[in-house]
């Protein structure tokens, strides 16, 4: 998980003196999420004698890997000072286009090219809005949001579409005993921790995210970068929608409804800045574990549900203060 | 991953406490649609009744909204709390489909209480239903049929577009309706869904009112749909000439029908559901009784219970119909 951690940027770009190294290390927002989150699995295991295993939480978190999965690209759009508000209707679409392609007879790796085509494709409308007509990207993927439930709705109506039995299951292949999606998570998680810590393209969208202006006269490519964080978030979500037909085994227009607000509460509770610059893979990877292992914990529990939304706001709140307090505090 | 060390430790420790819990009496949770739904107090309390009676353990949980997936974590998590019977109110008839068959691969008996995977019965062991459903929309038809003289034009105010009881009702309303020369002169201008929220639900009614001037009689086959409608028409004192009719809840109407707003209006015991569900549960558990179509069994206060086609079971033969004279009889 190490890899993940980007080494800070430290000073040099001014006089301030540096930082001591613990504190570059350690006061940061993902510590906290870390921190709450070993805090959430011993409240876990107090609250219930059946939390603490193994096998049960990687279970709970398969219902939770394909938002996890769009969280992560998310987080990079969110650093480059746009935001995605339209992936979880952009599953449900995908899915449904691939449901409805496969019961009117197209092979199946077919159908599913054509699902994840169609994903790109909405990327593309919300890069084309923001990008090219130059609208805000938040107004705009709201938009985008309600068209593409509309759109899903208007393919598979009130009814739900079944897949093949055979293609039922994703959440049942087990890898070296971790559930597929749970891999899949880790994966993509790696690889994008990497894009987004260690390369130049990385570095370019903490750029474009600090100043868009200043990203741009230095000569980075703002547009192109933003078009491809667009495609990309267009692309997992259709692949995370399909793998949610596949866990269910079947699809429905409603499929990941309110989702949205789950991948945007995974980026900030681990401590990406909602106004841009800021964040890391590393923050949403332990989020999306932090989430998981506090729903968990209080659904096995018995929890009321209110107390669970309670919990749950609270969690959001502490960790929007502590960011915005670190990122006021330290200098990047 | 240290996590993953930590929570193993822990789990190795927790180990002990999860063994000593597994002799202990039959373990009952009932699923619901979502919190805050007072129909569900009503066989919450049937359950308990009988599981103080019969000496079990019983548990209430429920998501905090009616969506199809939402219902999943928590059927997770009374799997991994090893519970022996899980009752439901199925949110979808199908999302569930993968997680009920995992619950019964463990040996939990599965039963839909108060709702029905329509469809996909095979994934459930037995349904526990008021009243055989495929008679309730023929009977509400003849019920505000016979307040507004068999003519003129009706209007459903329904549920949610996708809940599965109220889709099968309404299909049977329309057939009776079309097929039924009794009916002839009835005329159904309008399908329109409240999704179960006192606001919509009223604004729906409303709308109604004003689209259609000549509308004389309105189902509302939900609880909270009849409130609002009922509601909507005190308010506008037009009982003369709208009739108000449906599904309701006893102690949510009470005061509609005593000024008259609410002529009459239908529903069943909800608390029988609950009460006969842990006799079932119970006898299925140690044998006394044989969960195959056909067969019998006797249940205190409800006489004897036939297993009928698709192992569905019934608390009563027909809707029990609410006038002023009988309303007071009810506390539910």
Sequence with gaps: MSTLETPAPTSGHDAAPARPRWQVVLVRPETMTLILLILGIFAGGLLSPFFLDISYILRSFTLYSEFAMVALVLTMVIIAGEIDLSPAANMALSACIFAWLQQAGVPIPAAVAVGLASGLAMGALNAFMVIGLQLPSIIVTIGTLTLYRGLAQVIAGDKSIRVPEWFIGIDKIMVAGIPLPVVLFVVVALVLGIVLGGTIFGRQIYQVGTSEVAARHAGIRAARIKLVLFLLVGLVAATAGIMTASRLGSVRYDLGLGGELQMVLMAMLGGTYIFGGRGTILGTFLAAWLLVIVSTGMIVANVLPAVQLVVLGALLIVSIIATNFIYSRTQR | ?332
């Design chain 2, 1 to 332: 991953m240290l996590k993953k060390t930590l929570l193993l430790g822990l789990a190795a420790g927790l180990a002990f406490a999860g063994a000593a819990m597994a002799q202990d009496p039959v373990k009952i949770v009932y699923i619901g649609k979502n919190t805050g739904n007072p129909y569900f107090d009503s066989i919450t309390g049937g359950f308990e009744d009988a599981c103080k009676a019969k000496g079990c353990e019983f548990e209430f949980v429920a998501p905090a909204t009616a969506e199809a997936t939402s219902q999943i974590p928590f059927i997770e998590a009374q799997i991994q709390r090893g519970v022996n019977v899980i009752g439901i109110a199925p949110n979808s008839p199908d999302a569930l489909n993968q997680v009920l068959d995992d619950a019964r691969a463990k040996g939990i008996l599965v039963l839909t209480v108060n709702g029905d995977l329509t469809g996909n019965e095979s994934h459930r062991d037995a349904t526990i239903l008021p009243v055989n459903f495929d008679i309730v929309g023929r009977d509400q038809v003849e019920m505000v049929g016979s307040l507004i003289g068999y003519e003129g034009e009706i209007a459903i105010l329904s549920a949610t577009t996708e809940a599965p009881d109220q889709n099968k009702w309404i299909v049977g309303m329309n057939e009776t309706l079309k097929t039924d020369p009794k009916y002839a002169k009835m005329n159904l201008v309008a399908t329109v869904y409240g999704d179960d929220q006192p606001e919509k639900s009223t604004t729906e009614m409303e709308a109604l009112l004003s689209n259609y001037p000549n509308l004389k009689g309105v189902i509302a086959p939900t609880t909270v749909g009849i409130a609002a409608a009922a509601q909507v028409v005190q308010s506008r004192g037009i009982a003369d000439k709208v009739q108000v009719t449906g599904l309701g809840l006893p102690s949510e109407m009470r005061d509609f029908v005593k000024d008259g707003t609410v002529k009459a209006f239908q529903l069943w015991s909800p608390y029988n559901e609950g009460w006969l569900a842990v006799h079932f549960a119970l006898g299925v558990l140690d044998g006394s009784i044989k969960n195959e179509v056909g067969s019998t069994f006797e249940v205190p206060n409800l006489g004897t219970i036939t297993i009928n086609a698709n192992n569905s079971i019934n608390t009563q033969a027909e809707l029990t119909t609410f006038t002023a004279e009988n309303i007071d009889d009810f506390n539910f």
